[in-house]
């Protein structure tokens, strides 16, 4: 292995696990949210459920780390090719991890208007649950606009050069281009309320965009010293 390969895989590995930790970290943290997005009373139930919350809110902050850190990794590769694509896939990534952190945000306020009305701080019920329900609409759209919509023009970005420069393998990136716009597809359609995001539909939509981001991850730990070429150009 040269020293350019050395230096690849060393950023390379590191955007792989990543990318893996991002994955895992997102469903779990949807998944320990559950009980309280799909309860009938959060108010009453969002105490029970304290340390799930907030464990659900640790996942989400690995995951806002992760994906700073798999744009931090990729930059300089797309850089290489044309710095206005990288910064727009970074720039983008960031916004995606902004609505991330802003979602996080609204479901730790749901546990706090819940937490003030069981102790009898907030005793008007209709002010809380109110207040309750509008921040966990404002997770609902930031979920949507963020992990799907923002997802979605990064990854389709990030892809089109590595289709175009063939750094990674034609297939894969071919893999991301179309993951990304069937991601973009359900973003649009939850947006319009067509279909859940939490749905038959929803979900089939965007499981390649899953399966690419593992596929990708797996690449770039087993062959990422591979990944740049001196001079990639458009082909």
């Known amino acids: 292995m040269n020293i350019q390969n050395k230096k690849n895989r ?6 792989g696990i990543f990318f893996i930790t991002a994955a895992l970290s997102s469903v779990i943290g949807l998944k320990l949210y559950d009980p309280i997005l ?7 139930l969002s105490p029970g459920y304290y340390n799930q919350v907030i464990w659900a809110a640790i996942n989400e902050l690995i995951l806002i780390v992760s994906a700073v850190g798999t744009g931090l990794m990729l930059y300089p590769y797309l850089k290489r090719f044309n710095e206005i694509f990288a910064a727009g896939y970074l720039s983008f990534r960031i916004l995606e991890v902004v609505f991330i952190l802003i979602g996080t945000l609204a479901m730790l306020t749901v546990l706090s208007i819940s937490e003030l009305y069981i102790t009898g701080a907030n005793t008007n019920e209709a002010t809380a649950n109110s207040l309750g329900l509008s921040f966990i609409a404002l997770h609902k759209w930031t979920f949507i606009l963020g992990p799907n919509f ?4 990064n ?3 990030y ?11 034609i297939n894969l990136a071919r893999l991301g281009l179309t993951a990304s716009l069937l991601i973009m597809v359900a973003a649009f359609l939850e947006l ?7 749905s ?12 690419f981001e593992m596929s990708f991850a797996s690449w770039l ?8 070429k001196e001079n990639p150009t458009i082909s």
Do not use: C, E, H
């Not at 319009?192 to 939490?198: A, D, E, L, N």
């Not at 730990?221 to 740049?228: N, P, T």
């Open 155 to 157: 990854t389709f970005i």
């Open 221 to 228: 730990l087993w062959k990422g010293d591979m990944i740049v």
């Open 10 to 15: 060393s950023t390379a590995r590191p955007a």
């Open 150 to 153: 923002m997802l979605a023009i």
């Open 159 to 169: 892809s089109y050069v590595f289709y175009r420069t063939k750094m990674i393998p």
């Open 192 to 198: 319009f309320g067509i279909i859940q995001q939490i």
């Open 38 to 44: 799909s309860g009938d009373n959060f108010l009453t």
């Open 200 to 211: 038959f539909w929803g979900i089939i939509l965007a499981l390649p965009i899953a399966i």
